[in-house]
Nanobody, 123 residues
């Protein structure tokens, strides 16, 4: 099972980017999906998650109010809209499909991971 994340790039502080994550129907249909990130020299950290039907979302405090996670179940896509980007948002961003339908901030609850997409925010 593979997830594909894309949409990363170089952006100035204050700018916006939208990340996309796609996977097979079997992976996404009934599973929560999350976004995580890993900055150079740091551990991977939770960013946002969305429940299987999009009815529940949860964000890390560091991105709350700036990032928005959404999903299109029919298209088997999950998105992360990032606004008001800061240099500290620079990281490789990963999407992951959870083992269940319920949103979780814990990486151990995610069974499938994408390859990551690099976001670089310049000051």
């Amino acid at each position: 099972v593979q997830l594909q994340a894309c949409g990363g790039g170089l952006v100035q502080a204050g700018g916006s980017l939208r990340l996309s994550c796609s996977a097979s129907r079997r992976t996404f249909s009934n599973n929560a999906v999350g976004w995580f990130r890993q900055a150079p020299g740091k551990e991977r950290e939770f960013v946002a998650t969305i429940s299987w039907n999009g009815g529940g979302t949860y964000y890390a405090d560091s991105v709350k109010g700036r990032f928005a996670i959404s999903r299109d179940r029919g298209a088997h896509m999950v998105y992360l809209q990032m606004s008001s980007l800061k240099p500290e948002d620079t990281a490789v961003y990963y999407c992951a499909a959870a083992r269940s339908a319920t949103s979780s901030a814990a990486s151990r609850d995610y069974a499938y991971w994408g390859q990551g997409t690099l976001v670089t925010v310049s000051s």
